[in-house]
């Protein structure tokens, strides 16, 4: 896991403060399928299977999830490159519970976490396809990378030039060869990084989680008026290749610097629409409704909305669209990108 300095302790104390913003659940019968979230036990916080239906089951009607990687249930006991099969075999245990509970949202994918230089990466793909037990869809080898990981709660772990480094780029065509997704999370600033990834394996599905993690922390802070117009051209040049997928979300988190998990009270769904809808409309505008999908990333984005208004926000902005398109970005680009 990456290392939170002590906030993830506190999650789970949340509740009251997130309870203070109750709404009423808009369009409660459409499907979603919420392809981003993560189980974890780190640092005092727990969030496993319970806390994922207490937040599923909250109101939207969730029927379908995707777990990804977050380095947690390792077996460490196992050589390096294995060790992060433990997390696989547990999630798929946690998956084959869920499934005697049908009427609960069932985890229907897993993303796990490899070594994409490994030069017997077979081998360790392998070993995630028997742990997963079918529901291994992807691999995530995040390549979030920034200079001043201390000004960062959350600082990624990706190592400098990764998405440059050939036998990457290898290891990335090998996941395509296989039918697997790839994953990603990184920062803003590495947007051009990722895009010569993205050339460089035309025939590999990638999916670039949380908008590409524009920062609003350290030498970011105050900047967004700065940094949201050389996003909108990042991105637009991304979308000009088709095997990029993104996922619209994870934009609550502490770095992105909206600060919503200090405040007294938690955000409405008017507010998040309000401040970060020009964001996602331009991402559907840029990519389309069927190479976008919506996302929680709970619990990351629980320190700062909860599920039922999170997901009312993300209605909201899809409001003025057509019903196929809100279709898409609920559920059917997940299921179809991850073969659910």
């Known amino acids: 896991m990456p290392r939170y300095k002590g906030w993830t302790s506190g999650m789970e104390m949340r509740t009251d403060w997130l309870g203070q913003v109750v709404e009423p659940i808009l369009d409660p019968g459409r499907e979603i399928v919420d392809p981003h979230h993560h189980f974890w036990v780190h640092d005092g916080a727990t969030y496993e299977l319970n806390a994922l239906w207490a937040d599923t089951g909250s109101g939207h009607n969730v029927v379908q999830t995707v777990f990804i990687e977050c380095r947690s249930y390792y077996d460490l006991s196992a050589p390096d490159p294995m060790q992060s099969v433990g997390e696989t075999a547990q999630v798929a245990r946690m998956a084959e519970q869920a499934a005697r509970h049908p009427e609960q949202a069932q985890v ?17 793909l392998d070993a995630h396809v028997a742990a997963g037990s079918g529901r291994l869809v992807g691999i995530r080898h995040a390549g979030a990378r920034d200079g001043d990981p201390d000004a960062l709660i959350i600082p990624g772990r990706g190592d400098a030039g990764l998405y440059l480094d050939p036998a990457f780029q290898a290891g990335v065509r090998r ?47 105050g900047k967004r ?4 117009p050389h996003w909108k051209e990042d991105m637009a040049r991304l979308a000009d290749c088709p095997n990029v997928i993104v996922k619209l979300g994870g934009f609550l988190m502490p770095d992105n610097g909206w600060d919503w998990y200090k405040c007294d009270r ?4 008017d507010q998040i629409v309000a401040d970060q809808s020009d964001w996602y ?23 700062a909305v ?10 909201k902005i899809a409001a003025p669209i057509d019903e196929v398109a809100k279709s898409n970005l609920c559920a059917g680009t997940a299921r179809r990108i991850y073969g659910l």
């Open 108 to 124: 229907a994918g897993i993303v796990a976490n490899a070594d994409l230089r490994l030069p017997d990466l077979d081998r360790v």
């Open 225 to 228: 008026s700065e940094i949201f």
């Open 281 to 303: 409309l331009h991402m559907i505008a840029c990519f389309g409704p069927d190479r976008c999908m919506f996302e929680s990333n709970f619990p990351v984005d629980r320190t």
């Open 175 to 221: 996941l395509g060869a296989r039918g697997l997704t790839y994953d990603t999370w990184h920062y803003h600033h590495q947007a051009d990084d990722f895009l010569a990834l993205a050339r460089s394996a035309p025939e590999t599905t990638l999916i670039l989680d949380h908008f590409g993690t524009p920062l609003g922390v350290g030498r970011f802070a």
């Open 266 to 269: 938690p955000p409405s769904s």
């Open 306 to 315: 909860s599920y039922p208004v999170l997901w009312n926000a993300f209605k």
